[in-house]
T-cell receptor, first 116, second 108 residues
Framework: GAVVSQHPSRVICKSGTSVKIECRSLDFQATTMFWYRQFPKKSLMLMAT?????????EQGVEKDKFLINHASLTLSTLTVTSAHPEDSSFYIC????????????FGPGTRLTVL | GESVGLHLPTLSVQEGDNSIINCAYS??????FIWYKQESGKGPQFIID?????DKRQGQRVTVLLNKTVKHLSLQIAATQPGDSAVYFC???????FGTGTRLLVSP
């Protein structure tokens, strides 16, 4: 089956620093990758959609200068949380969709970000 | 706007019982639905999907039913096991809009 990994799985950083989260499709080429945010006991909220080689499309209310997304290759997308603040603490999950997966998205295991 | 919502936040069942988790959606143009399972601290895991040209689809121990007339989706889990304990989300696939989620608690 299709496997998506995320790194790191957990990160703790100081307020004001930037954090980069990687999302990789391990055994397929991901034409589209998605980034979600999830607060405790809440549903996943789509932040942005990125297609390889093009700029990400951000959902309403998501600051693109705050959450930088790069989808430089068919197997890697990165989310950088810039100048992180405690309210950015959350569970960040990526998913990927390949050419052959029709509509199915394969999710990564998530990254727990804690900003002190 | 489109929305997908779940009727019950928590469902408690005994091991061996059948579980039914419900979901309502509002976008009548949706043509693809997916059920995901999410265990604590992990990403969602695909369970089963269904297209709008179908009313029912069966997997291993799971069945998804789609009622387009009332825009309702359900997930049935047969012979529920403790390992089925998790939060279950339905999602509508244009943008994968997730519902709130239902927590399934299975008691031995």
């Amino acid at each position: 089956g299709a496997v998506v990994s995320q790194h790191p799985s957990r990160v703790i950083c100081k307020s004001g620093t930037s954090v980069k989260i990687e999302c990789r499709s391990l055994d397929f080429q991901a034409t589209t990758m998605f980034w979600y945010r999830q607060f405790p006991k809440k549903s996943l909220m789509l932040m942005a959609t990125s297609n390889e080689g093009s700029k990400a499309t951000y959902e309403q209310g998501v600051e693109k200068d705050k959450f930088l997304i790069n989808h430089a290759s068919l197997t890697l997308s990165t989310l950088t949380v810039t100048s992180a603040h405690p309210e950015d603490s959350s569970f960040y999950i990526c998913s990927a969709k390949g050419k052959r997966s029709h509509n199915e998205q394969f999710f990564g295991p998530g990254t727990r970000l804690t900003v002190l | 706007g489109e929305s997908v919502g779940l009727h019950l936040p928590t469902l408690s069942v005994q091991e061996g019982d059948n579980s039914i988790i419900n979901c309502a959606y509002s976008n009548s143009a949706s043509d693809y639905f997916i059920w995901y399972k999410q265990e604590s601290g992990k990403g969602p895991q695909f369970i089963i999907d269904i297209r709008s040209n179908m009313d029912k689809r069966q997997g291993q121990r799971v069945t998804v039913l789609l009622n387009k007339t009332v825009k309702h989706l359900s997930l049935q889990i047969a012979a529920t096991q403790p390992g089925d304990s998790a939060v279950y989300f339905c999602a509508e696939n244009e943008k994968l809009v997730f519902g709130t989620g239902t927590r399934l608690l299975v008691s031995p």
